[in-house]
């Protein structure tokens, strides 16, 4: 599904503020100067206190499509043979080093299972955060998006642990370069502990 971005290029100059920029993306003022310093969204910064930075309406949108993009399923190795070695081209190897530890998501969701046993049925967004090594934000972003179900329970959400494990197997089945710290450490041990 694509968005229509029609109605931002109406409401918003061409060239916007660093301000109009974290509404645009209904991101933390934080978050918006840290897209804009580590380059992940283009802008020309003059240094000074007030209106520091001038960012190109057209490079928020490319950064919203690019945000908004569901996950890539997560590559094959060309040549596996049945140990899972690859072999091929270089890129496969370079692949292979980051998903040589992957397990089936079978595997991976018992894992999940013994290790969050002792974990509540339900758990706030910060724990659910800490859990899976991801971002609060994060977590508010895939409630919204409908990809984490949460139940309102007295201004909070509550995230069923069932919920946060289908959406940890289901970045397991996306592109591996959006797998947090923690989520790749759970895959390395679910891995080692099938072969042991």
Same mark, same amino acid.
């Given at each position: ?27 933390? *003022? ?56 690859? $072999? ?11 998903? *040589? ?11 999940? $299972? ?13 724990? !659910? ?20 179900? !949460? ?14 494990? $289908? ?24 891995? $080692?502990?099938?072969?042991?």
């Amino acid at each position: 599904m694509t968005v229509d971005y029609s109605e931002l290029r109406r409401t918003y100059p061409q060239i916007i503020s660093a301000d109009q920029l974290y509404r645009i993306c209904h991101i933390s *003022k934080r978050t918006a100067r840290r897209l804009l310093e580590n380059g992940t969204i283009p802008c020309i910064d003059n240094g000074k206190k007030t209106h520091r930075y001038q960012i190109w309406l057209d490079d928020v949108i490319d950064y919203l499509v690019r945000r908004d993009r569901p996950p890539l399923p997560c590559p094959a190795l060309k040549g596996a043979n049945s140990e899972g070695k690859a $072999e091929g081209s270089p890129d496969d190897e370079q692949r292979q080093g980051t998903l *040589k530890a992957c397990c089936s998501s079978r595997e991976l969701r018992a894992y999940l $299972e013994a290790i969050w046993a002792n974990v509540p049925d339900a758990v706030s967004r910060a724990q !659910a955060a800490e859990l899976s090594g991801y971002q609060p934000a994060s977590m508010s972003r895939w409630i919204k998006r409908g990809y984490l179900t !949460a139940i309102p329970y007295m201004g909070h959400y509550l995230i069923p642990k069932s919920s946060l494990i $289908e959406s940890m197997l289901t970045k397991f089945s996306g592109d591996p370069r959006h797998f947090s710290k923690k989520l790749s450490a759970m895959i390395r041990a679910a891995s $080692e502990a099938q072969n042991t």
